[in-house]
Nanobody
């Protein structure tokens, strides 16, 4: 059974930065495409970023391009989300997700494993 545990969330002022981490255990991390999603109150869970198994390919939601960077360390079974120039509209619970396929996908239904989420709050 694959277990994903996020950390690094918190309260930050607009313009600030946070780095989220997601540690995986119980599976073959290097074989998974990994993604980050977020869900704000009253809204659907939405795609934020994803990275393929080797880390050579990434993709981002338009709303975070140029501000967020996804990366992974397969030796540490960990995926990261560096978030810079944060805005109040980035406030959400951020979820780490993994899928067995090799391609980046954008729908929540395409992902097989999920973490419990970490709260990110950006104050204005």
């Amino acid at each position: 059974q694959v277990l994903l545990v996020e950390s690094g969330g918190g309260l930050v002022q607009a313009g600030g930065s946070l780095r989220l981490s997601c540690a995986a255990s119980g599976g073959s991390f290097s074989s998974y495409t990994m993604g980050w999603f977020r869900q704000a109150p009253g809204k659907e869970r939405e795609f934020v970023a994803a990275i393929r198994r080797s880390g050579s390919n990434t993709d981002y939601a338009d709303s975070v391009k140029g501000r967020f960077t996804i990366s992974r360390d397969n030796a540490k079974n960990t995926v990261y989300l560096q978030m810079n120039s944060l805005k109040p509209e980035d406030t959400a619970v951020y979820y780490c997700a993994g899928r067995n396929g090799i391609w980046i996908r954008y729908a929540t239904a395409e992902y097989d494993y999920w973490g419990q989420g970490t709260q990110v709050t950006v104050s204005s």
